[in-house]
């Protein structure tokens, strides 16, 4: 888990929209979201992301309400507000206390990137179009490890293997959107995480 940094106070609002994002992973997802925004290179002290400190979602939106809490008090020292507070977390096959979560956050103006069965699924489509349903998250691993040059593990990856085929992730989430339009969170593997690459990709152009 990353130390905290300190930023001097703005006076004046910067350009590139700020964002928070929480995750219910430890190494995976940090990894991911980190290893995008030096991609772009943009300044961390746009877009922060850590891991929420637990793997329950209601944990990932309660670090998010502590942040926004933190981030008024110090706006009025000068800090810049920020835009946008996004919780990363996964359904594992329905898991207890998932819609609680999501009505927190909803109910705080938050964002949710929301993977079934979990995140991995959202990195095997950098690889592959697949709508398959997976007996568990374990299974997806299996998969990458085989694709992911140099293998895959929740410990560590290359991320720069899995970014070189972003837009390959992107598209295939859009074409299986289009395939199944009626189906739910619980009923293919899906994913809403391109929606937040895409506000960080959106943070990129506005810093200018």
């Given at each position: 888990?990353?130390?905290?940094?300190?930023?001097?106070?703005?006076?004046?609002?910067?350009t590139g929209k700020m964002i928070?994002?929480?995750?219910?992973?430890?190494?995976?997802?940090?990894?991911?979201?980190?290893?995008?925004?030096?991609?772009?290179?943009?300044?961390?002290?746009?877009?922060?992301?850590?891991?929420?400190?637990?793997?329950?979602?209601?944990?990932?939106?309660?670090?998010?309400?502590?942040?926004?809490?933190?981030?008024?008090?110090?706006?009025?020292?000068?800090?810049?507000?920020?835009?946008?507070?996004?919780?990363?977390?996964?359904?594992?096959?329905?898991?207890?206390?998932?819609?609680?979560?999501?009505?927190?956050?909803?109910?705080?103006?938050?964002?949710?990137?929301?993977?079934?069965?979990?995140?991995?699924?959202?990195?095997?489509?950098?690889?592959?179009?697949?709508?398959?349903?997976?007996?568990?998250?374990?299974?997806?691993?299996?998969?990458?490890?085989?694709?992911?040059?140099?293998?895959?593990?929740?410990?560590?990856?290359?991320?720069?293997?899995?970014?070189?085929?972003?837009?390959?992730?992107?598209?295939?989430?859009?074409?299986?959107?289009?395939?199944?339009?009626?189906?739910?969170?619980?009923?293919?593997?899906?994913?809403?995480?391109?929606?937040?690459?895409?506000?960080?990709?959106?943070?990129?152009?506005?810093?200018?």
């Amino acid at each position: 888990m990353g130390k905290s940094v300190k930023r001097r106070p703005l006076k004046k609002r910067s350009t590139g929209k700020m964002i928070c994002i929480r995750t219910e992973g430890e190494n995976t997802e940090p990894e991911y979201f980190n290893g995008l925004i030096s991609q772009l290179r943009i300044p961390r002290s746009l877009v922060d992301c850590k891991f929420a400190g637990g793997s329950d979602p209601k944990t990932v939106v309660t670090a998010l309400i502590k942040e926004k809490k933190k981030n008024k008090e110090a706006a009025k020292k000068g800090y810049p507000l920020i835009d946008e507070f996004w919780a990363v977390f996964d359904t594992e096959a329905g898991r207890p206390g998932l819609g609680d979560a999501i009505k927190l956050a909803s109910s705080r103006g938050f964002n949710c990137a929301i993977s079934a069965p979990s995140f991995e699924y959202w990195i095997l489509l950098h690889y592959k179009k697949t709508a398959r349903p997976f007996c568990s998250c374990s299974e997806i691993e299996r998969e990458l490890k085989r694709l992911v040059r140099g293998g895959y593990s929740k410990s560590g990856y290359d991320v720069v293997d899995v970014l070189d085929r972003l837009s390959e992730a992107k598209g295939n989430i859009k074409q299986l959107r289009r395939e199944f339009v009626d189906h739910s969170l619980y009923d293919l593997p899906n994913t809403n995480v391109d929606e937040l690459v895409g506000v960080i990709e959106g943070a990129c152009a506005d810093k200018g």
